[in-house]
């Protein structure tokens, strides 16, 4: 059955930049108000969600040409990583650092490999997130 | 490592050599390599027999493990000695006769030489071992190469039959054996044995003293075939004979023998020790030689035999474990006499029953059969093996001018002491040592005439017989000579080996420097154990001629009194009775695992509440519930209950997500702002998957479920709420500690992030959060394989 979502397609395609806008924003404001990495990767992943209901599996695939599992791998390895670096500089395992610079567009802004971790984190979650829907949508 | 521990490795070592000679050297037969083994270790064992006169034992010490006091020392004195002989000797003379007995064409003969090498050297280890720990593991060898052995035609059932048998009765006393060399070693504080013996007084009173006797009672017994545990040796004889004549008539079985000679010095002393060996030990004598009478093949007779006489030696051992009672210190000497018979039987019977099972092996491999029935007037066919027959059954049956004799009369000399001395009722022993002498001397004769006298029935038979070659006669020829060498000169092995030997069992009965008076001597006056022997003679006879008449009554025993009966039923019925216990529980159902799961936890979890009385309620520092709240959790329950009711999944599927819905609002109200949000985005993905899920799935059956299922099903559910409620109150209420979370109040001093919960996250306990991701990922990974994995399997089909 072909039915016309132009209405769904047109909203998605604006609603997609106000939720990936929204996501980022979360991911990034978590060290200071509610949020983080977490809840951030799901947001991202309802967002790619959406353009997967309003669209087809294959034009997702086409525009966004990645492999999601490999997304989450390398959030795991940069959670792991961010441990290690920790290791190299001679600290305990997942030692956080933080230092807050003024930069010229930002102001003061703080930054650390929290972040990094938070980041790690985020992919790990958009990743596994989007590789299951993508393995059950598949085999329907 | 010294040149006695050597030795005793010797056997093992040499085993590596064995497979090489089988296959690089096949037109030689393996057993001739093998043969320097036995003769060198005899060698070495009786170039020690000069130092046996005087009364330093050698002692040679090798640290193991240290740290748990298990040293390999190894200890020679007058009992090693003989035993060590002993195994040496007749396994020279076993090995010899296999070379003619086994065919080098036919047979594995790596694998029969290295079971055999193996099982020698853990014998030696037995009876040299000091260390209780060392002498288990040789203990335990000698099963399992016994196992093997009995084995050795593995393609036969009743090979397997026998060898599984032997192995679960050995192995359990083994174990039993084990368990009392522990509390023994625990009681003592060491495990070698000489210490043991030296802190005798000390260990007495321990309360560990008498299981650890029972136990390692246990184990002689089941490994010396003793009543009830008789049952193996008669299936081991499906072994090759050259086995059955070294391991189950001259070696293995008594091991038993020895542990308990070498214990003596501990438990002698004891009541107990003497009563229960010494009526075991009449009993399995008694029960032996009457079960041999009904036996038709020549080996069960034997291996029947073989229980008696051990039954036998351990009576004696039993009695003279009395010279080291207080209350007997009188008769002391009088008592060692028993403990002397016993050994002078050992060695006497080692020696006439090796030979006769190697005539018996001689019969088989040249008439086809050891059927009883089958064979007879084998006399003018087979001269040799009739001669020695004779000796070796007529010294069983304990007849002049054969050593039988003389180890039989000082064995009446021991039950008789022991009636004199001992309550009135001890008449009993007498009288059962002497009728089972008489079933003695009616099986010996049956095991003499009705092979080689009476008619030649040549049709019965598969060969036509005939001599056997010299080389299978050598053996028991040695052997045979040795008995008659015995009674003529007695004396010869009488001060050399069997007083040393009476001085390990008996050590602390001598002053130094005194040595036991030992005379063996085969006319020693008209008096009570001739008579007994006498009468043995002519009552023997008389039931031997009137056979026919009286062996009825073998048929008229219930067959429930079978031992073998209630060991095949004991081992079908546990076989039986486990896999229904399995059965009954592990059903397959999750729904009754989960019933378990459950109720353990009500039970382990509630019980321990209830027994610690740990309820308590203390509404002091509860918070004040408003309005809204209330209303909340209400409609949380009502969402819940709605679940539990509806019948369509679907409908259940809402009332979940309207349950985690709600929960979110929840931690709005109570101020989890990360929490809500990520409550409401996880609840939507999982009510999404559910969806997903079940749309596939077909509609929710009614199920009938049966009402008494349904009872217990609300029972366990309304118990673990029960019990979690009031555990949740109570440490509610119990508040012991401080909490912690003053300390991340300062995140942003500490972390440089204001959001406490995100700074506990990524920075205080971000070792969690990378788990977690890595669960995740997992998790996405599992679900990706599972539905590839299923799809590509299913192509390919």
């Known amino acids: 059955m072909k039915f016309s979502d132009l209405i769904l397609q047109t909203a998605a395609k604006v609603l997609v930049f106000i939720i990936m806008t929204f996501s980022i924003y979360i991911l990034f404001a978590g060290h200071h108000n509610p949020g983080g990495g977490f809840i951030g990767g799901l947001i991202t992943a309802s967002a790619l969600m959406l353009l997967y209901i309003a669209f087809d599996a294959e034009t997702i695939q086409e525009i966004i040409p990645v492999d999601f599992k490999i997304i989450g791998a390398i959030g795991v390895l940069m959670a792991l990583l961010t441990g290690i670096s920790a290791v190299v500089v001679d600290s305990a395992f997942l030692t956080q650092v933080y230092k807050y610079v003024d930069l010229p567009l930002l102001g003061k802004t703080g930054i650390g490999t929290a972040l990094v971790f938070d980041l790690g984190v985020y992919l790990a979650v958009v990743g596994t997130t989007m590789t299951i829907i993508r393995s059950i949508s598949e085999d329907m | 490592m010294s040149l006695l521990h050597f030795a005793v490795l010797l056997p093992f070592l040499y085993t590596v050599f064995v497979p090489l000679f089988f296959k690089k050297v096949p037109r030689i037969h393996t057993g001739w390599f093998v043969l320097i083994v036995p003769l060198l270790l005899f060698v070495y064992f009786a170039a020690h027999f000069p130092l046996q006169s005087g009364s330093t034992p050698l002692f040679q010490s090798f640290s193991w493990i240290p740290s748990l006091g298990i040293r390999f020392d190894l200890h020679l004195d007058g009992l090693s000695m003989l035993f060590a002989l002993i195994i040496t000797g007749i396994g020279f003379l076993v090995i010899i006769y296999s070379i003619y007995y086994m065919s080098k064409d036919r047979e594995a003969l790596h694998n029969f030489y290295i079971y055999l090498l193996v099982f020698m050297g853990a014998m030696l280890g037995i009876v040299l071992s000091d260390n209780l720990m060392v002498l288990y593991v040789f203990w335990e060898a000698t099963s399992v190469s016994s196992f093997l052995l009995i084995a050795y035609w593995y393609q036969r059932k009743r090979s397997r039959y026998g060898a599984q048998k032997a192995m679960l009765i050995t192995v359990t006393g083994g174990f039993a054996m084990l368990l009392g060399f522990l509390m023994l070693g625990s009681a003592a504080g060491t495990f070698s044995i000489r210490e043991i013996i030296g802190m005798k007084e000390a260990i007495v009173n321990d309360s560990l003293f008498i299981p650890a006797m029972l136990l390692v009672m246990l184990g002689a017994f089941t490994k010396s075939a003793q009543f009830p545990f008789h049952i193996w040796l008669p299936d081991a004889m499906e072994a090759p004979t050259p086995i059955s004549a070294y391991l189950h008539s001259a070696t293995m079985v008594k091991a038993g023998v020895y542990l308990i000679a070498r214990m003596t010095p501990v438990f002698g002393g004891h009541m107990s020790w003497f009563w229960i060996i010494t009526i075991v ?150 009288i059962a040592a002497w009728l089972a002498s008489v079933f003695t001397f009616v099986y010996c004769l049956v095991f003499v005439f009705k092979t080689f006298t009476g008619t030649y029935r040549p049709e019965r038979l598969d060969k036509k017989p005939h001599e056997a070659p010299f080389g299978m006669l050598i053996s028991p020829i040695v052997l045979a000579t040795l008995v008659l060498v015995i009674f003529f000169f007695p004396n010869l092995i009488s001060y050399s080996l069997l007083e040393p030997a009476m001085r390990s069992i008996l050590p602390t009965l001598l002053q130094p420097g005194e040595v036991f008076e030992v005379h063996i001597q085969a006319w020693h006056g008209f008096n009570a154990e001739l008579i007994m022997t006498i009468g043995i003679v002519v009552m023997g006879t008389l039931l031997y001629k009137t056979y026919k008449k009286w062996s009825d009554i073998y048929y008229e025993l219930p067959r429930k009194f079978d031992f073998n009966h209630l060991y095949d039923q004991g081992l079908t019925g546990a076989e039986r009775w486990s896999g229904r216990i399995t059965n009954s529980y592990m059903n397959g159902y999750l729904h009754n695992y989960l019933s378990y799961i459950f109720t353990f936890v009500i039970v382990v979890v509630g019980g321990s509440f209830v027994l610690q009385q740990a309820f308590a309620i203390d509404p002091s520092t509860n918070a004040i519930i408003e309005w809204h709240e209330y209303l909340l959790a209400a409609s949380i329950a009502v969402s819940a209950g709605f679940v539990l009711f509806v019948n369509s999944r679907l409908t259940s599927i809402i009332g979940v997500g309207a349950v985690g819905y709600l929960v979110s609002l929840l931690f709005v109200i109570f101020r989890a702002p990360d929490l809500a949000l990520t409550q409401l985005v996880v609840e939507t993905i999982t009510t999404a998957l559910f969806l997903l899920c079940f749309y596939f799935l077909p509609k929710l059956k009614t199920e009938i479920v049966r009402v008494r299922v349904k009872i217990s099903n609300l029972l366990i559910s309304i118990g673990v709420g029960t019990v979690f409620t009031l555990v949740g109150i109570s440490a509610q209420s119990t508040n012991p500690f401080k909490p912690i979370s003053h300390f991340f109040l300062n995140s942003y001093e500490l972390s440089g992030a204001r959001n406490m919960v995100n700074s506990i996250l990524v920075d205080f306990r971000a070792f969690d959060t990378m788990l977690e991701s890595v669960v995740l990922f997992t998790a996405g990974i599992g679900v990706y394989t599972l539905i590839k994995l299923r799809k590509s399997r299913g192509e390919k089909r």
Do not use: C
């Open chain 2, 281 to 430: 030990g009449i009993v399995t004598l008694f029960w032996g030689a009457f079960m041999a009478i009904r036996q038709f093949d020549l080996k069960a007779l034997l291996a029947y035999s073989t229980i008696s006489q051990l039954g036998l030696i351990m009576s004696l051992l039993g009695i003279g474990s009395l010279a080291l009672h207080t209350n007997y210190e009188a008769q002391a000497m009088l008592f060692s006499g028993a403990i002397l018979a016993a050994i002078f039987h050992l060695f006497n019977h080692s020696i006439f029953k090796g030979s006769l099972f190697m005539v018996v092996g001689i019969l088989d491999h040249e008439t086809g059969t050891r059927d009883i029935r089958k064979l007879g007037g084998l006399l003018s066919l087979m001269p040799v093996s009739f001669s020695l027959t004779i000796i070796g059954g007529l010294s069983m049956a304990g007849l002049p001018p054969f050593s039988g004799f003389l180890s039989k009369e000082m064995f009446f000399t021991g039950v008789l002491t022991a009636y004199r001395h001992i309550d009135q009722w001890v008449i009993l022993l007498p």
